[in-house]
């Protein structure tokens, strides 16, 4: 929405967030540029660097986590080590 305008469509927001492939990378699905984790109920965008936001509808919570922007470097966090730190966050969240 921009202010009271809807400039993108629910219907294309669940096209989006819908699996297109399966289980592409590790656990994870693919929608439309988003990374779909089926079992936690979750959307992930995950960036250039290591930079990551997690989606939670149910508890409309919105959990986003930066790091190192030296993809190279060892402060790069990939979204399997970033998950267990989403999971804590989810789990203390109401």
């Known amino acids: 929405m921009w ?4 400039i993108v469509s629910s219907e294309w927001l669940s096209e989006m967030l819908s699996e297109k492939v399966t289980a592409v990378y590790h656990d994870l699905s693919w929608g439309y540029q988003w990374w779909i984790d089926t079992e936690r109920n979750i959307f992930i965008m995950w ?3 290591g930079q990551l936001v997690f989606i939670n509808k149910d508890k409309n919570l919105i959990v986003v986590i930066t790091s190192e922007t030296n993809t190279g470097g060892d402060f790069n966090l990939s979204v399997h080590d970033a998950l267990p730190i989403y999971d804590r966050i989810n789990s203390i969240a109401y």
């Open 47 to 49: 960036g250039r660097g």
């Open 3 to 6: 202010g009271a305008e809807r």
